[in-house]
């Protein structure tokens, strides 16, 4: 999985890129301050070419800032790159043509550092952490799973758009099928058979676990994920379910559903999100479509989905009192 992504710009070639991140590893998010003077850190505005400094000499390269980048967050991805050559990325970009690349594209730089365990911000038996594949995050600290989370209802697009998180997940990796938009997320019948062939064909193979995302999508589906769960099982992975707040918003019959899910010896980790926006200052409980008193009879572990780590003790609190015991969290905000 990369560190970071970088924007193609004129000129580029995978061997000059490769160059300029390893005569940058060992810089600072104060290096990259002070590269850009009358840049605001707290301000950058996507699209806005920066400095990046050599981490010895005069010499400087550019980068263009993408969605959700801080200089803490980019220097974090170019240490973790050191040692990096243009053929690791030239395989973390598989679809690229090295000898074509295209002026604002994408790519992925891989991690060549592995990432070392930090003491957790909260402790927990179960700490996760979901990795946005459009703007990678570092491991929260203390992290026994991580999530390649990319939104999509496709198994080829959620592969590919996972590609870049893949080898910098912490803990257990998990990739994340389905989402929250109706649009790119929505889970079928058909969808659910593409992720069993996929299973049987190893192409999850890379993977500890599968995380389903179920938000929206059609009624009438709790056969058929119970099918893909056993499936996953039988494959060896692990299986986590993520709903928004109790039970899925889009899906017709979610109470039904949600009955299904506390009763499947099949999943693992059941994971409600406790947020809407994702940004909320504290946890959001509503419950609009199953009392969390259901949840008390769930065969999976109960690790909500929380903003920020130092929510989950306001949770276990919380889930005490609707006889619920928690046995972790993972967590939305992007570290570092």
């Not at 929380?306 to 972790?328: R, S």
Request: charged content about 15%.
């Amino acid at each position: 999985m990369s560190t970071f992504r970088y924007t193609i710009l004129s000129g580029d070639t995978l061997s000059h890129l490769a160059n300029n991140i390893n005569g940058s590893t060992g810089i600072t998010c104060t290096d990259i301050e002070n590269a850009n003077p009358g840049i605001s850190p707290s301000k950058l505005a996507v699209g806005q070419k920066i400095n990046i400094p050599a981490a010895k000499g005069d010499t400087t390269w550019l980068y263009t800032v993408l969605n959700g980048d801080t200089y803490s967050a980019i220097a974090k991805g170019i240490n973790k790159a050191k040692g990096v050559t243009y053929q690791e990325i030239e395989s973390a970009n598989p679809g690229i043509s090295p000898s074509a690349l295209q002026v604002g594209e994408v790519i992925n730089i891989p991690a060549t550092e592995a990432p070392k365990p930090e003491a957790p911000e909260v402790p927990a038996a179960n700490i996760g952490y979901w990795d946005w594949t459009w703007s990678p995050t570092v491991a929260v600290a203390g992290a026994t799973m991580g999530i390649a989370f990319s939104g999509w209802a496709n198994v080829d697009t959620a592969l590919t758009e996972s590609i870049g998180v893949k080898n910098s997940l912490v803990g257990d990796k998990y990739i994340s099928l389905g989402g929250g938009a109706e649009s790119t997320g929505s889970f079928t019948a058909s969808f659910l058979s593409e992720i069993n062939t996929a299973i049987a064909d190893g192409r999850f193979d890379d993977y500890d676990g599968l995380a389903y995302d179920v938000e929206v999508g059609d009624s009438g589906l709790s056969a058929d994920f119970a099918s893909s769960f056993a499936a996953a099982k039988a494959k060896g992975f692990k299986v986590l379910v993520t709903v928004s707040h109790s039970a899925p918003y889009g899906i017709s019959d979610a109470a039904t559903l949600m009955q299904g899910f506390i009763s499947d010896d099949n999943i693992d980790y059941l994971s409600p999100q406790l947020y809407t926006t994702g940004e909320e200052s504290s946890n959001d409980y509503a419950d609009p479509l199953l009392s969390w008193t259901e949840f008390a009879a769930a065969k999976a572990k109960i690790i909500p989905s929380i903003v920020k780590a130092a929510y989950y003790p306001d949770a276990v609190t919380y889930f005490e009192t609707q006889g619920v015991t928690l046995e972790g969290y993972i967590q939305w905000a992007k570290s570092g």
